[in-house]
């Protein structure tokens, strides 16, 4: 147990021995071992002391530092004089020695860096210090550079990505590269005061839809030390694409879908709406549709899909159009001014006067409205108007108003009445005859509406029948045909008229018409008196 205690008293003493192996006085603090990776830099901050009895001054002191315990070959940093070719511009001896510091800066470090590392000063005197020589680890570049964004990406808005390289060193600037995205690329450098510095590189550039979920790199390359490291970001780019919107033509009573497809990042919720009424939704599909079911006219309109997801809310609309076969046409008197379709449709209408009629109808699409007239093979007015400027008895009838489109055709009717005064009818004549002691006279008359017929014979006028008139008064159609049958007695008629009047008009025809030269008596007598004496003389012969 004892002789253990003096065994280790023995080392302990042998250790001090070993610390202070040299001259009392001298003695060096600074790391025993450091690691560093490659590219990037360490310091090692090292003082040193000297026995009390020498002064160090700036001018004839000198520090030098030494790859190994090897002092031939040259220092790899030294206040002055030449050094290692390997190490300059990456070694330097950053403390001021006669002060003594001892520290030692190592940038862009490379794995053949690794060793360890012997300090001499040189004064009036020379001195090493080798109880502690650093030793310097170079291990591989693990640090990555780091990729930051100020804001999230929006597809079409322009964003800056910077790309931070690791390390914060004074040695050579690193190459910073992209890929991935094409964009406009800045780098810059952060000084600090105690003279390291850091390298940036910002690239600038407007995401679209496509570049989300692609995959942005950054990468450092350490050109002097042959090593690079990069950062991979995989691309959130926020968008919201609706899908092209037609307009949607659906035929009543049929029914049609409307589609919304709606690509976006995040992921939205959609919504169809006709004006601010929601009509279906989804919070899952990329994709809505909604069905215009057994169509009418209420459905037609604007549909708006509206898309909503944590970043904004966009719309898209769309105009569903009702298709219909042309709905019963209205017909519209507009002249004469006061004229009015009764609810028969008939219109009555004075000969000579205007007419225009007007037909309109709804429909979608519009139609085409043509006049017909049954029995006429043309069409009589390829317009909504048909107008008579001077209207007459033949241009009764019935009218039809045709409503065409491509979905069918709907017709609507008037009847045109001419209100005309009573006339003869061509090709059928108002005669008298006389038959036997009869005279049988005819008066036909067309008219609209009906007429009064009065049979004025000689002076006097008889409407119905009478002692020895016989009137019979037939109607068909538009003509009105009296028979009048007058027994003629001993007085001699000289003239029969038919008159004939409506509410429009009057008209007198002339059946017969004798001169009266002598009072019928005087001329009956003369009769009677040649046939008496022409009697007379045949019997006489
Ligand atoms: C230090 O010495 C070792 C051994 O001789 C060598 O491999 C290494 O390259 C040297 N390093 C420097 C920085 O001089
Ligand atoms: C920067 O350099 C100073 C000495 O100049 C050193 O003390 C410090 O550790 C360095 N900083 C970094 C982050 O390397
Ligand atoms: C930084 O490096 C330059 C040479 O590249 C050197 O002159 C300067 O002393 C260094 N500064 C520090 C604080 O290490
Ligand atoms: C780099 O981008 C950052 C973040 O957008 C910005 O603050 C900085 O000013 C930019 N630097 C340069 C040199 O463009
Ligand atoms: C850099 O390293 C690669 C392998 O990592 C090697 O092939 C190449 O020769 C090296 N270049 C230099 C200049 O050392
Ligand atoms: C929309 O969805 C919500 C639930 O997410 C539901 O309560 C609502 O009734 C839906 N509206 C329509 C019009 O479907
Ligand atoms: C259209 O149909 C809806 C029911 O589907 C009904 O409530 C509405 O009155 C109809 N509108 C018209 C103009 O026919
Ligand atoms: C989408 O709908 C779901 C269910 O109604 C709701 O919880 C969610 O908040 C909605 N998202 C957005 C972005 O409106
Ligand atoms: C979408 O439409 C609604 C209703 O008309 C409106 O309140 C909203 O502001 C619209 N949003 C956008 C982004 O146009
Ligand atoms: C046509 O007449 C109807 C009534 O019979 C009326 O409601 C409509 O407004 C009229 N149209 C025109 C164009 O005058
Ligand atoms: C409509 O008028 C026609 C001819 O003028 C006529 O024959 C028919 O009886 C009338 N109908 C009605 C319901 O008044
Ligand atoms: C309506 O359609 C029919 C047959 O399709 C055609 O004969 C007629 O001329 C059309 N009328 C108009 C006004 O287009």
């Known amino acids: 147990m004892t002789w253990y205690y003096v065994n280790c008293s023995f080392i302990l003493i042998f250790t001090w021995i070993s610390y202070t192996n040299s001259i009392p006085g001298y003695s060096i603090e600074a790391p025993k071992s450091v690691t560093v990776q490659r590219g990037l830099c360490v310091h090692i901050p090292c003082h040193f002391t000297v026995e009390k009895s020498v002064t160090l001054s700036e001018r004839n002191t000198e520090g030098l530092w030494f790859n190994g315990t090897d002092k031939n070959p040259p220092p790899v940093a030294a206040t002055k004089g030449d050094i290692s070719e390997a190490t300059k511009g990456r070694f330097f001896l950053t403390g001021e020695v006669w002060k003594g510091d001892c520290s030692l800066s190592i940038n862009d470090a490379v794995p053949s860096d690794s060793s360890f590392y012997l300090f001499r000063l040189i004064y009036s005197n020379k001195y090493s210090f080798s109880n502690i020589k650093p030793e310097v680890t170079v291990i591989e570049l693990t640090d990555k550079p780091e990729i930051s964004l100020e804001k999230t990406l929006v597809a079409g808005k322009e964003v800056t990505l910077t790309c931070t390289s690791p390390g914060r060193c ?310 009105t045909t009296s028979m009048m049958d007058l027994l003629l007695n001993h007085n001699e008629v000289h003239s029969i008229q038919c008159i004939s009047s409506n509410q429009h008009n009057h008209f007198t025809l002339s059946l017969l018409s004798k001169e009266r030269k002598y009072p019928p008596s005087i001329l009956d007598s003369l009769r009677n008196c040649l046939h008496f004496l022409l009697a007379e003389v045949l019997i006489l012969l």
């Not at 017909?372 to 093979?377: H, V």
């Open 170 to 479: 004074n040695g050579s600037t690193p190459l910073i590269t992209w890929s991935g995205v094409q964009g406009k690329v800045v780098t810059y450098t952060a000084d600090y005061p105690d003279g390291n510095k850091t390298y940036y590189s910002n690239i600038t550039f407007t995401p679209s839809r496509l570049d989300n979920t692609f995959p942005l790199s950054c990468t450092v390359n350490f050109q002097k030390s042959n090593t690079s490291t990069s950062q991979k970001m995989i691309l959130n780019v926020e968008y919201t694409i609706h899908n092209e919107n037609i307009p949607i033509i659906v035929m009543e009573g049929k029914s049609e879908i409307i589609k919304c497809t709606v690509d976006s990042n995040p992921q939205s919720n959609i919504t169809w709406y006709k004006g601010e009424i929601a009509l279906q939704n989804t919070s899952s599909r990329q994709t809505l549709i909604y069905n215009v079911k057994n169509a009418n006219l209420s459905d037609a309109g604007i549909y708006r899909c509206s898309a909503t997801n944590s970043l904004s809310t966009t719309n898209k609309s769309i105009e569903v159009t009702v298709h219909y076969v042309p709905r019963t046409p209205q017909i519209n008197c507009s002249m004469p001014k006061d004229c009015i379709i009764e609810g028969n449709k008939t219109i009555y209408i004075n000969e000579g006067s205007s007419l225009s009629l007007r037909c309109s109808a709804e429909s979608s699409p519009a139609a085409s409205l043509a006049w017909l007239k049954p029995g006429n093979p043309n069409t009589i007015s390829l317009d909504e108007e048909l107008h008579f400027s001077n209207i007459l008895h033949s241009n009764d009838g019935l009218y039809t108003c045709q409503a065409n489109n491509t979905y069918g055709r709907s017709n609507a009717s008037v009847t045109i009445k001419v209100i005309y005064g009573p006339r003869a009818v061509s090709g059928k004549d108002s005669t008298c005859a006389t038959e036997e002691r009869v005279i049988k006279c005819t008066c036909i008359i067309q008219s609209f509406p009906d007429v009064n017929i009065q049979w004025k014979i000689d002076e006097k006028s008889y409407a119905i029948s009478d002692k020895d008139i016989l009137i019979s008064t037939s109607r068909f159609d538009e003509e």
